[in-house]
């Protein structure tokens, strides 16, 4: 069982690129996010999705896009990236289409925009 | 929105130590989750602890839902627990909210 996979695991972007961070489960989850962890900090919300078709704006959601398509796969994307936007990245999911339910995380994304 | 607070930040102790981690939140909840993240930035699950006493080996966690805290006790504290513990908590907006952190140092 794989539980939630993000890809990539290292990324260098230059300032102005576009990239899709990948993110899948293979739980059945019906609820899926996108955090960023900046240095030192907590993890902050950016998007997230209570089933297929439907995403909803988190905390910090500027700068990026999110679909979901299909319940597995909940892709994040930069339009045109920023040095702000260097961040580890984390993807969760959760059974239920309520965040009550417990949250696994994948390995996260590291990163940078120079 | 929801206040999530964690303490102490920063807690450094001798191995065989005991410790007490501390999650205050603003709002009644309905999900609360305690993590690790490892020195290699990995999340790892403790508890999902809304409410109650729950216990996994040398780690035990309460959540007093009436009074808005929750703690992780660690005993006997190894090398392998550093890292930060993270708690993480559901309200009303059904958003999980992460606190800021407590980052524990263990050494030999």
């Known amino acids: 069982n794989a539980g939630v996979t993000q890809t990539p695991k290292f990324q260098v972007l230059k300032t102005g690129q576009s990239m899709t961070l990948q993110c899948a489960q293979d739980?059945?989850?019906?609820?899926m996010s996108w955090y960023r962890q900046d240095p030192g900090m907590g993890l902050r919300l950016i998007h997230y999705s209570v089933g297929a078709g439907i995403t909803d704006q988190g905390e910090v959601p500027n700068g990026y896009n999110v679909s979901r398509s299909t319940t597995e796969d909940f892709p994040l994307r930069l339009l045109s990236a920023a040095p702000s936007q260097t961040s580890v990245y984390f993807c969760?999911?959760?059974?239920?289409?309520?965040?009550?339910?417990?949250?696994?995380f994948g390995q996260g994304t590291r990163l940078t925009v120079v | 929105g929801i206040q999530v607070e964690q303490s102490p930040p920063d807690l450094i102790l001798q191995e065989g130590a005991n410790s007490t981690l501390r999650c205050n939140f603003s709002d009644s909840v309905n999900n609360l989750q305690w993590f690790h993240q490892n020195p290699w930035g990995q999340l790892i699950n403790l508890f999902y602890i809304p409410s109650g006493t729950k216990q996994n080996g040398r780690l035990s966690a309460t959540t007093v839902a009436t009074e808005r805290y929750s703690l992780l006790y660690i005993s006997s504290s190894q090398t392998t627990d550093s890292g930060v513990y993270f708690c993480a908590v559901v309200s009303n907006t059904d958003k999980l909210i992460f606190g800021t952190g407590t980052r524990l140092q263990v050494f030999p």
């Open positions: 969760a999911s959760s059974y239920s289409a309520r965040a009550s339910t417990e949250a696994f």
């Open positions: 739980m059945n989850h019906e609820y």
